[in-house]
T-cell receptor, first 113, second 114 residues
Framework: DAKTTQPTSMDCAEGRAANLPCNHS???????VYWYRQIHSQGPQYIIH???NNETNEMASLIITEDRKSSTLILPHATLRDTAVYYC??????????????FGPGTSLSVIP | KAGVTQTPRYLIKTRGQQVTLSCSPI?????VSWYQQTPGQGLQFLFE???????NKGNFPGRFSGRQFSNSRSEMNVSTLELGDSALYLC?????????????FGPGTRLTVT
């Protein structure tokens, strides 16, 4: 079972900010939120990650709510090349001490010219 | 720095055969993870190796196995192939050894089982 929920799909106009939400209401205190994206026929690409504070890099910004139950990935100026499936994941700890990395179905973002 | 490489890129096998896929991580990366991606199930975690030891494991049958060599290169083996094993198999490497899961993925091996 995925530990995150995301909208199935979203559209965004080229040049506008794309805001992709993710719910992770059962996240525990030491789990990070990671975002990846997968452009068709390629392997997933790391975008950004965070624990509590908001983060920004050259690709995107990550806003995490104070209660850490949700986050938003922001692509400030979406381009056609940003059309991809975006995955929000958290690292899940299991009783057996094995970690199980779970990718949900992600959000299919379409950037419209 | 060279990225993650996977060989072969495409493979066609018949049911009952076995297959070995190879992954070369980014230089200096010690952790290698394997994933299976299908249209119906999405991206599913198979296992992770770190310093030649399997550290994490997903919910796949024992037909799926792997190993990691001293140079961090990894191989994944699937025995007694079934039609449902047709998928894109992705390898990802990371520095490992900490809490970070900043993984870098390879282009994948597309396996078709007929």
């Amino acid at each position: 079972d995925a530990k995150t929920t995301q909208p199935t799909s979203m559209d965004c106009a080229e040049g506008r900010a794309a805001n992709l939400p993710c719910n992770h209401s059962t996240i525990s205190g030491n789990e990070y939120v990671y975002w990846y994206r997968q452009i068709h026929s390629q392997g997933p690409q790391y975008i950004i990650h965070g624990l509590k504070n908001n983060e920004t890099n050259e690709m995107a910004s990550l806003i995490i709510t104070e209660d850490r139950k949700s986050s938003t990935l922001i692509l400030p100026h979406a381009t056609l090349r940003d059309t991809a499936v975006y995955y929000c994941i958290v690292r899940v700890e299991m009783k057996t001490s094995y970690d199980k990395v779970i990718f949900g179905p992600g959000t299919s973002l379409s950037v419209i010219p | 720095k060279a990225g993650v490489t996977q060989t072969p890129r495409y493979l066609i096998k018949t049911r009952g055969q076995q297959v070995t896929l190879s992954c070369s991580p980014i230089s200096g990366h010690r952790s290698v993870s394997w994933y299976q991606q299908t249209p119906g199930q999405g991206l599913q975690f198979l296992f992770e190796y770190f310093s030649e030891t399997q550290r994490n494991k997903g919910n796949f049958p024992g037909r799926f196995s792997g190993r990691q060599f001293s140079n961090s290169r990894s191989e994944m083996n699937v025995s007694t192939l079934e039609l449902g094993d047709s998928a894109l198999y992705l390898c990802a490497s990371s520095l490992g050894g900490g809490d970070y899961y900043e993984q870098y993925f390879g282009p994948g091996t597309r396996l078709t089982v007929t």
